[in-house]
Nanobody, 119 residues
């Protein structure tokens, strides 16, 4: 089992910055992918950014150039630095970890942290 605990959300004005953190614990394999997803009211959950244990990243087009994902493998922690925030970034942000077990891919989710950007 994997547990994910997010922190760092809050209320910020447009143009401001926030840094989200997510700590994973439990049965963590050396090869995995961690990421951030978000869900705004009335919308589907969408990918924000993902990073592999080897450091490869991919981002949603809407956040490229503004958000940076990073990780500390020794601490099983993933970060999301969010700059130049916009009101449309307002959502609940969820941490995600994916890794393969003998039976297939397992996805774990955090409880979510609210990010609110005021105009």
């Amino acid at each position: 089992q994997v547990q994910l605990v997010e922190s760092g959300g809050g209320l910020v004005q447009a143009g401001g910055s926030l840094r989200l953190s997510c700590v994973a614990s439990g049965r963590i394999f050396s090869i995995n992918t961690m990421g951030w997803y978000r869900q705004a009211p009335g919308k589907q959950r969408e990918l924000v950014a993902r990073i592999t244990s080897g450091g490869s990243t991919n981002y949603a087009e809407s956040v490229k150039g503004r958000f940076t994902i990073s990780r500390d493998n020794a601490k099983n922690t993933v970060y999301l630095q969010m700059n130049s925030l916009k009101p449309e970034d307002t959502a609940v942000y969820y941490c995600n970890l994916e890794q393969f077990y003998s039976y297939g891919l397992s996805k774990s989710w955090g409880q979510g942290t609210q990010v609110t950007v005021s105009s």
